[in-house]
């Protein structure tokens, strides 16, 4: 298909480790995405991946790639009250469009 | 710090009625782009522009019109606004060639009645 998917929800409790999962569509994507937005405000980039790196690691975040499947994942260890938002995940696309996906909104209860 | 700012946080206009949406950028960037975000569609292109007076449609450009008269001003117009135009409106700007990071301004809330 054409579309960015990711699941809309996910809740997690307050430690524990935090996996958003995101499919996109296009295999010549050079770069991938992760946008965090936080209620009432415009998205933040959170990280990016490039296409021939398989992982990105930074403080508690995990960028997964699996090209073959384009399927890619973010995982938030230790995670915090602070850490509730929508996730956006998007694709640098072959023809120069970033496509979003619908966003994951990520609660994390106390 | 790349700035991206919209002129309004929130906005309530009656259908019919013609609706400005500004975004100014401060870092210089040639790409500028207007989406709407609703619940689980996720962002979808309306307008972006790649220079000054230049403008392309994007996924869903009816009912919008856009204008570029500044390199640092992107302006999203509503013509005639519809109850179906209450959204969430947010402006990006990228530096453009292959700098590929996208920064966003905080959104417009636009409520038609």
């Known amino acids: 298909g054409e579309d960015v998917e990711q699941s809309l929800f996910l809740s997690v409790r307050e430690g524990d480790s935090s996996v958003i999962n995101c499919t996109y569509t296009?295999?010549?994507?050079?770069?991938l995405y992760w946008y965090k937005q936080e209620p009432g405000a415009g998205l933040q980039l959170l990280t990016y991946i490039f296409s021939n790196m398989d992982m990105k690691q930074d403080q508690r975040l995990t960028v997964l790639l699996n090209k073959k499947d384009k399927h890619l994942s973010l995982r938030i260890a230790d995670t915090q009250t602070g850490d509730s938002a929508i996730y956006f995940c998007?694709?640098?696309?072959?023809?120069?469009?970033?496509?979003f996906g619908a966003g994951t909104r990520l609660t994390v209860k106390p | 710090d790349v700035k991206v700012t919209q002129s309004s946080r929130y906005l309530v206009k009656r259908t019919g009625e013609k609706v400005f949406l500004e975004c100014v950028q401060d870092?210089?960037?040639?790409?500028m782009f207007w989406y709407r975000q609703d619940p689980g569609l996720g962002l979808r292109l309306i307008y972006f522009?790649?220079?000054?007076?230049?403008?392309e449609k994007g996924d869903i450009p009816e009912g919008y019109s856009v204008s570029r008269e500044k390199k640092e001003r992107f302006s999203l117009i509503l013509e005639s606004a519809s109850t179906n135009q209450t959204s969430m409106y947010l402006c990006a700007s990228r530096k453009g060639g292959r700098d590929h990071e996208q920064y966003f301004g905080p959104g417009t809330r636009l409520t038609v009645t």
């Open positions: 522009s790649y220079d000054v007076k230049m403008k």
């Open positions: 296009d295999s010549s994507s050079t770069y």
């Open positions: 998007a694709e640098w696309a072959s023809n120069n469009d970033m496509r």
């Open positions: 870092m210089d960037h040639e790409n």
